[in-house]
């Protein structure tokens, strides 16, 4: 039985945004989608070890961002090494005063107690955050403490106190979505190259079957892409807060990661590459010469609208028997 085709689909097949497409054509834009996510999700698996909670290069981090947030924590950290015995072979306490040029000393305690919250405060905002941890002071004392001061105390501050801003948390979380958004546009590419095999794209030769599909699937390849591309961006920022965490010269890491990498290369030239992209499909667009081919409709046997078949045309082109040769065979 023959099936009356949605009137949605006929003016959709008639609009230059789902009509004029082929199978193969789709085809090719959910696998690309497909095989850019699982390369993606490859690395993106192996970052989010990186930046768990427990590795060595998060504590450092969180360690620097507590002694810029928290007055109790450098307060903490005093008494933990005032206390601790940090001595590999003997007894032995921390030694606070520090030489940090020739002949030039640096009071780690009275730096903790008064001079980083009389810069900095508690170090409220994402600016003042940047600007403490990227003090020369304050990465001059975590140089010399970070190497010493027990982990195991930084974890019960964190955990008795409420769970404070950490910067290991804040990576976890970039680094969870960005591997979320990956891994779900890895799975809707898989979902719509199988439909749109199961589709009877191919054997439908009007072309209405593909565009059904696309008014369904087409809005889903985009916002699949959506995902992708907001996945590699967060991976970025995931790989970039990875680079701080573990760089002892905050400052210097944050200029050429952040500022001369994300926004003066990365983001021109993503913005460039997407407008050349849209201006090489438009201007190939007005430059064609010819349409989308419209296929007509498939005919069944039972049409009534079949086309005839020219019997008379094809006796025409018969070669012609002479009478003669008729006669004589019936002879």
Known sequence: KKRKVSKWVESAARGSIWGGHNADEIDSINTLGGVVSALALSFVLGLQYMVAPG???????????????????????????????????SEEFFNFTKMVRLNTYMDIEQFLRSEVAARYGEAEGPQKHIACISDKDLETAVAFMAVEFPMEYLRAFVLQ?????RWSQISESIGGLCAALIFASLLWSIMLNLSLALAP????????AL??????GGPTMMVNYLFLVVGLITFFFTHGRMLVASSPFVGATIRSTVDMSLFAILLPVFVIGLLLGIGATVWSARNSKEGPKE????????????????????????????????VHVRM
Request: some cysteine; glycine content about 4%.
């Open 55 to 89: 590795t060595q290069e998060m504590q450092y981090a969180d360690f620097r961002s507590l002694l810029c947030k928290s007055q109790e924590f450098r307060n903490y950290v005093i008494d933990v090494f005032k206390t601790e015995d940090i001595g590999k072979h």
């Open 211 to 216: 565009v059904a599909w696309l008014m369904i």
């Open 295 to 326: 296929e007509a409709p498939a005919k069944t046997a039972g049409d009534s609208d079949a086309v005839p078949i020219q019997i008379e045309d094809k006796l025409q082109k018969l070669p012609e028997t002479p009478v003669e040769s008729i």
């Open 201 to 208: 794209v191919r054997e439908d030769s009007s072309g209405t």
């Open 161 to 165: 106190t409420g769970d404070p801003y």
